[in-house]
């Protein structure tokens, strides 16, 4: 770039600083004029309550309510003012289209004045794609106008930190290698960043897809979180009349995962959307009705030394399963339906009339369906619409004791009979978490399941859900959905590269969008990785140490080396994750390690720290500096469990990855 440029670009921060600084100011004086009027507002209404007739209680509410709104709205346009100062901008392009070429920055958030075009752009603002989409050259972007036409003239990125610009350059590419690889060559954090500055062409297509449904396919470090978290943001940009945070949500695996994730989308501007697991979504479904529920980790505890359960396993994650399940309710299930005369006032609904609305009316449907319109029957009968909402659940409670027969685990123990499998607890006397998910989906067609209000829908992933769990998770959130996972990094089952267009049809998606590279670790050690499963994920051209292999005569040995290498590296990152195969060898190898004083033997609501010891299915999702897969041995690691928890354990490093054993080290090492 010619000195002149730069000189220009340095005097457009400078403009742009000194509008935050204008705004900044002025958003105070607002909140400070706010936080006087609402203490106004309190004052008067704390002395006067009780003089006050109704009309002036509840227009004095409604002004309290509004000054909040206002005054929560300026708070939030003050934090991405104050963020915005740090870091305006990364990125410029300049559009020529129709004639005239005009200047188009883009930032984390966007920028106004009274010119006629923004200072900043939003990153998710029509034109910003641009940026993201296209190389110098013939360009277009879908504006609420339609699609503009034109060209990109120049494209230029820069590196702005603590309101000083570092670094300033030209390039034809959409981001270049240079920031690329200063971005992917940082230390982890304990909370997962934003990639405003560097998402990619094709995880831009990914974010601003307009389909209801995605289901997307993408292999470890492809950015797949990232790119659901983004998209989010995007979807309340675009649609702040039709979504507000409160109305997403998103299944995932764990709390560790959640309190990773937590910061992306207050750094974008956007509040948390609301979270919870399957798992708690069973849990509170099943409560009362079925003994405790074992958990993920402690089912792959047991399923390391049980081969005949993991075939079953297997079986269960399967579409025969789900489709065996689904044929059985629908034919074989006969609850038994005993009616009574019900009383409602001077209105009766008579038994016969019960029964046969059960038994003929609505025959074809499920039982659940059946009682929740039955339930809609009687209250049209005795003319209780305006109290619908409080009465359904009591009405309900009312006709299912007439099922003569509602025992889930019995149904479940039917069903498996007739397919050739016995039910059988965990060793904890827990229904085993592999069992959890046709319960639930035997209780929700009897008696249905609380129906979520929400309007979009988020699964992280995905390999660890079954079609099952899938089927069930489709009629309680009867919404859009974006639905993500790797194959690949699947634990107790194998999902071939042919099932997927079943899962995009599951879920109704209609295509698999595939991401094939991956950003997070080292060329050498995603070769590593890829080796292990016989993968070919393409890497960005960032290299790194060889990953070590180690073998050890005694355990002891094994041991000491470990404590010297995390001694050795431990200044140099932010985080290192000592990741075994069970919980139960997380245990056995903790109280080994007497020399790492600052070690944290990691659970599912344990936030992550510096250096960290956890089981791999823990460990999904998150990404380390360092990671060290202890007892990697042949007998350890035998069959194809072993090999996806390897796979998974490994994929997690981002700069170093060190694999030991105390005894012969397994074949999918050699």
């Known amino acids: 770039m010619e000195e002149k440029d730069l ?11 000194s509008e935050i600084d204008t705004q900044t100011q002025n958003t105070v004086e607002q909140i400070n004029e706010l936080e006087r009027q609402m203490g106004e507002l309190t004052h008067y209404f704390s002395e006067e309550y009780y003089f006050l007739d109704d009309e002036e209680t509840v227009t004095g509410g409604d002004e309290m309510d509004e000054a909040e709104r206002v005054l929560n709205y300026q708070k939030l346009q003050y934090y991405k003012l104050k963020k915005q100062k740090n870091s305006p901008y990364f990125g410029k392009i300049d559009f020529k289209s129709n004639g005239n070429t005009n200047s188009f920055y883009i930032g984390t958030f966007g920028l106004t004045n009274q010119s006629p075009l923004p200072l900043v752009c939003d990153w998710r603002a029509p034109v910003s794609s641009l940026y993201y989409d296209f190389e110098i050259g013939d360009a277009s972007y879908s504006s609420p106008m339609g699609l503009v036409v034109g060209e990109i003239t120049n494209k230029r990125q820069f590196k702005i930190k603590d309101s000083e610009m570092k670094f300033c350059f030209d390039s034809s590419l959409t981001v270049n290698d240079e920031i690329l690889q200063q971005e992917l060559s940082q230390n982890a954090s304990k909370k997962m960043r934003n990639i405003v500055s560097t998402i990619q ?13 995605l289901f997307v396919q993408g292999v470890a470090g492809s950015g797949k979180t990232s790119i659901a978290l983004h998209r989010i943001a995007y979807l309340l940009y675009k649609y702040r009349e039709k979504y507000k945070s409160s109305d997403i949500l998103i299944l995932s695996p764990n709390f560790v995962f959640s309190d990773y994730i937590s910061s ?16 708690q979504i069973a849990r509170d479904e099943l409560i009362t009705l079925v003994p405790p529920l074992q958990t993920r980790e402690d089912a792959l505890n047991e399923l390391a030394s049980d081969a005949k359960r993991l075939n079953e396993v297997a079986y269960k994650n399967s579409f025969d399963f789900a489709e065996s399940l689904k044929v059985y309710l629908k034919n074989y299930v006969n609850l038994g339906f005993n009616a009574h005369d019900l009383k409602f006032g001077d209105i009766t609904i008579t038994k016969d009339e019960l029964e046969n609305l059960y038994n003929k009316t609505y025959v074809n449907k499920s039982p659940a369906v059946r009682v929740s319109w039955i339930a809609d029957y009687i209250l049209d009968k005795i003319d209780a619409n305006e ?9 309900k409670k009312v006709l299912y004791p007439m099922f003569i027969k509602t025992s889930l685990i019995d149904i479940y123990i039917d069903f498996l009979q007739k397919i050739g499998m016995n039910f059988t607890f965990s060793s904890e006397k827990t229904i085993r978490f592999e069992d959890i998910a046709p319960l639930l989906y035997i209780k929700n067609y009897i008696l249905g399941v609380d129906k979520k209000n929400i309007k979009y829908l988020v699964i992280d992933e995905l390999q660890d859900y079954s079609p099952v769990h899938l089927e069930l998770i489709n009629q309680i959130f009867d919404c859009p959905k974006t639905v993500l996972g790797d194959i690949s990094q699947c ?16 879920i109704g998606a209609d295509e698999v969008l595939s991401l094939k590279k991956t950003y997070r670790s080292t060329m050498e050690i995603t070769e590593f990785c890829n080796k292990i499963k016989n993968l070919d994920a393409k890497s960005v051209e960032r290299h790194g140490k060889v990953p070590e292999v180690k073998v050890f005569d005694c355990i002891g040995n094994e041991i000491d080396y470990i404590q010297k290498i995390i001694f050795e590296t431990k200044d140099k990152y932010n985080n290192i994750a000592i990741i075994c195969k069970t919980p139960d060898e997380v245990k056995k190898y903790y109280e080994l390690f007497d020399k790492l004083d600052e070690l944290v033997m990691m659970n599912d609501s344990t936030p992550l720290s510096k250096l960290m010891i956890m089981p791999t299915s823990l460990a999904k999702g998150l990404e380390f500096d360092m990671v060290i897969i202890p007892n990697a041995s042949q007998s350890e690691y035998n069959n194809f469990l072993d090999k996806n928890l390897l796979y998974v354990a490994s994929t997690r490093a981002l700069h170093e990855l060190y694999v030991t054993s105390n005894s012969e080290l397994t074949k999918f090492l050699k």
Do not use: C, H, M
Not at 264 to 279: A, K, M, R, W
Not at 387 to 395: G, K, W
């Open 7 to 17: 000189e220009k670009e340095k005097e457009y921060l400078e403009k742009v600083l």
């Open 201 to 213: 062409r094709e995880q831009n297509a990914i974010i601003r897809d307009e389909r209801n449904t």
């Open 264 to 279: 992306v989308l207050p750094s974008l501007g956007e509040e948390n959307v609301l979270e919870t697991s399957f798992f």
């Open 387 to 395: 109290q619908a909402v409080e009465l359904v659940q009591r009405v």
């Open 491 to 506: 634990i107790e089952k194998i999902i071939e590269e042919n099932d997927l267009p079943k899962y995009a049809n599951l």
